[in-house]
């Protein structure tokens, strides 16, 4: 477990008390809004109807301590860090900003509130999601464009942001377009399965999943720089599959920057299906998936 507070204190309060009663989640977890990650874009959306101004962005929590539920935390099959970082599952229900117990699912075996459209088609689509593009958080612009890509999934049937039951009426800067080139692509990628929810009664559900959290705003500059360097190496270049895979070149580049800091690869490129790019300890040591041929071409940059 990453989680370093004493396990004597969790003991303590009456509100956690409660939390290891009957249908309490794998464990409870205490946790204390902090803010956005990397900052939040700002619009109005529509969800069944109703329309409602919100913040779309990367949540950053204190975990304060942990409790049994079905299970013993020390049985626990994932590490709650210090800090956690999550999504809202949730968009019409407000954000609790004080301490607040949450309930722990595997994201198989979550109960959504309702309104929200969880069946095995939104369960293989979140995992798309966080397959294809988790590595991508770490900006407010990529932050927003992940959470309504999120939003859009659990709410809605169409992964159409401009119609159905859930879409952007306005505002969210750039982070529309690039949510809606993320939801034409999830069938390139192969669904993760570590994927977890944080259940509440008095708070949005979240959704996280067990790697190390996007980059901090000095892991961002080092990617940046890294961006610019691989611009420079080949700004014109575009791979002969991104025309076949519908990325814009803006997209394809930002893609080559992150391949530029990759340190080692666990599934050769050469091979059928997904490869897996392992970054170093400067970025996180973070997972992307990547069709393998599409990262052929692009790695041929370098």
């Not at 992964?159 to 034409?184: C, K, N, R």
């Not at 979240?206 to 892991?219: H, K, R, Y």
């Amino acid at each position: 477990m990453k989680f370093s507070k004493t396990l004597a204190t969790v003991a303590l309060t009456g509100a956690f008390l409660f939390s290891a009663s009957a249908n309490a989640g794998l464990i409870a977890v205490e946790l204390d809004y902090i803010k956005f990650a990397n900052g939040s874009e700002v619009g109005n959306i529509s969800v069944d109807g109703d329309t409602r101004n919100t913040r779309a962005g990367l949540l950053q929590f204190d975990t304060i301590s942990l409790a049994d539920g079905d299970i013993a935390v020390a049985d626990s099959p994932v590490s709650i860090p210090d800090t956690l970082l999550a999504f809202c599952l949730q968009v019409g229900v407000p954000l609790e900003k004080a301490a607040t117990v949450y309930h722990l699912y595997g994201l198989a075996d979550y109960t959504p509130a309702v309104g929200l459209m969880f069946g095995a088609d939104q369960l293989t689509r979140v995992g798309q999601l966080f397959a294809g593009f988790y590595g991508m958080v770490g900006s407010k612009t990529n932050d927003a464009a992940f959470q309504l890509a999120l939003w859009e999934i659990v709410q809605d049937e169409t992964l159409d942001l401009s119609t159905g039951d859930f879409f952007v009426i306005d505002g969210f800067g750039d982070a529309v377009d690039l949510a809606t080139e993320w939801l034409g692509m999830l069938d390139e990628y192969t669904a993760v399965e570590n994927l977890w929810a944080l259940k509440s009664e008095t708070s949005q559900d979240l959704i996280f999943i067990e790697v190390p959290e996007p980059g901090t705003l000095a892991l961002l500059g080092t990617g940046l720089i890294a961006f610019g360097a691989a611009r420079r190496r080949r700004a014109s270049y575009d791979g002969p599959d991104v025309a076949r895979k519908g990325l814009s070149q803006g997209g394809a580049r930002e893609i080559r920057g992150r391949l530029f800091l990759c340190s080692g690869i666990a599934d050769s490129p050469a091979l059928p299906g997904p490869a897996v790019l392992k970054f170093d300890r400067t970025l996180g040591r973070r997972l992307l998936a990547y069709d393998a041929r599409v990262f052929a071409d692009w790695a041929g940059v370098f």
